[in-house]
């Protein structure tokens, strides 16, 4: 019997995500979710997550009210053979490493643009397409 309430116990527990460091700046490290990377012919979908040593101020659309946050997490696309990216999603949170509660959250799939030659775009554009 107790096999049975540990083993419901272990299912009922949610997926943990399975960040790998990227890259980091001055502000933030730079983070990948390898476990839902997803290629579907060259593009790639993946999550990222940019977590901050100190607190981000953003003001937000209606009622534009200034908010803190520590963590940034977004769904970003890659096109692997042409050399492109765009954001789709993005997530703000009040903790680091993308815990706590959920600030702000927007959707901003635009066209494909190129990837910079900036170390940080390269760095998760090499990490997303390996």
Same mark, same amino acid.
């Given at each position: 019997?107790?096999? /049975?309430?540990?083993?419901?116990? #272990? &299912? &009922?527990?949610?997926? /943990?995500?399975?960040?790998?460091?990227?890259?980091?700046?001055?502000?933030?490290?730079?983070?990948?979710?390898?476990?839902? *990377?997803?290629?579907?012919?060259?593009?790639?979908?993946? /999550? #990222?997550?940019?977590?901050?040593?100190?607190?981000?101020?953003?003001?937000?659309?209606?009622?534009?009210? /200034?908010?803190?946050?520590?963590?940034? *997490?977004?769904?970003?696309?890659?096109?692997?053979?042409?050399?492109?990216?765009?954001?789709?999603?993005?997530?703000?949170?009040?903790?680091?490493?993308?815990?706590?509660?959920?600030?702000?959250?927007?959707?901003?799939?635009?066209?494909?643009?190129?990837?910079?030659?900036?170390?940080?775009?390269? &760095?998760? #554009?090499? #990490?997303?397409?390996?």
């Amino acid at each position: 019997m107790r096999r /049975w309430i540990l083993l419901s116990l #272990f &299912a &009922a527990m949610p997926v /943990w995500a399975d960040w790998s460091f990227v890259a980091k700046t001055d502000t933030f490290n730079l983070y990948g979710e390898t476990n839902t *990377r997803k290629k579907i012919g060259n593009v790639v979908h993946m /999550w #990222f997550m940019a977590d901050y040593k100190a607190t981000q101020s953003v003001r937000l659309p209606p009622p534009l009210l /200034w908010t803190n946050y520590q963590s940034l *997490r977004e769904l970003k696309e890659f096109d692997c053979a042409s050399r492109q990216h765009r954001s789709v999603k993005s997530v703000l949170f009040v903790d680091h490493l993308a815990k706590g509660e959920v600030i702000y959250s927007f959707e901003s799939a635009g066209a494909f643009a190129p990837v910079a030659a900036a170390p940080l775009d390269d &760095a998760q #554009f090499r #990490f997303a397409c390996r």
